[in-house]
């Protein structure tokens, strides 16, 4: 069931970024990578550190950002890069960065794509693997969803659905409502996961659909939620803006 709409009296939404805009385009567009994380920052988003370079100036990329890193593939097209082998974890020095470049050139020339650039980003480690972000419905319009993130989140299909304005009880809610509750509450000996820093994510979230009304789909996924206390990290996102059409301003 779809829950959410108008704020409740006595609870706060998140405030609305001050300052945010997105590129104005004249038709659909779908992004991910260099140009929408600093847009994603300026609304309290907090992202892994990364660059997205040539294949041949990774090693150069890798020194600059520090290690341990993640090597990330990029192709015209490729949208899930693990089905391809096009992720690989732990790299810890320069010749790991120079070897994982020609293994995910040799993986994607194998499965046919072209390894345009690589994405080296710092490893998060630890933490539990979620979603956060905006699908579009066709009754509805933009809902703001969160859920287990991560490869399974097709599989286990475990996801909480509001309209926006998010409040911070909404938030909190659609936490409270996952399966993965008693992953974030520390389940059996686990340290305890910060569900605060998620349910204050989606609702940042949120605040994103009100300021930016073209923006039709997010998907924060994974974002690493770590100790209570530490935080979430965006790992990977990927956006699709559409102009407002005059039916949704009337």
Not at 107 to 129: I, M, S, Y
């Amino acid at each position: 069931m779809v829950e959410g709409g108008a704020a409740r009296a006595g609870h706060r939404s998140a405030r609305s970024p001050a300052v945010l805009q997105l590129p104005r385009e004249r038709g659909p567009r779908a992004g991910r990578g260099r140009g929408l994380r600093p847009v994603l920052r300026a609304a309290g988003i907090v992202f892994a550190d990364a660059e997205q370079v040539a294949p041949d100036e990774a090693v150069a990329a890798a020194e600059r950002l520090g290690f341990p890193l993640v090597a990330k593939a990029i192709a015209p097209g490729l949208v899930h890069k693990s089905d391809v082998g096009g992720v690989i974890l732990g790299l810890h020095s320069a010749d790991d960065v120079r070897a994982a470049v020609g293994t995910l050139r040799d993986r994607l020339a194998t499965a046919g794509w072209p390894l345009q650039h690589v994405l080296l980003q710092r490893e998060v480690p630890g933490g539990l693997e979620a979603l956060v972000g905006v699908v579009a419905d066709p009754t509805f319009g933009p809902l703001v969803v969160c859920g287990l993130g991560g490869v399974q989140v097709e599989l286990l299909r475990d996801a909480s659905f509001r309209l926006p304005p998010v409040t911070d009880v909404d938030a909190s809610d659609m936490v409270d409502s996952l399966r993965m509750k008693a992953l974030l509450d520390g389940y059996r000996g686990a340290p305890p996961a910060d569900r605060s820093a998620l349910a204050l994510l989606v609702q940042r979230v949120s605040a994103l659909v009100e300021a930016v009304p073209e923006l039709r789909e997010l998907d924060l996924n994974p974002v690493k939620v770590l100790g209570r206390g530490e935080g979430v990290v965006v790992v990977d996102a990927r956006v699709r803006l559409a102009p407002v059409t005059a039916a949704e301003i009337g």
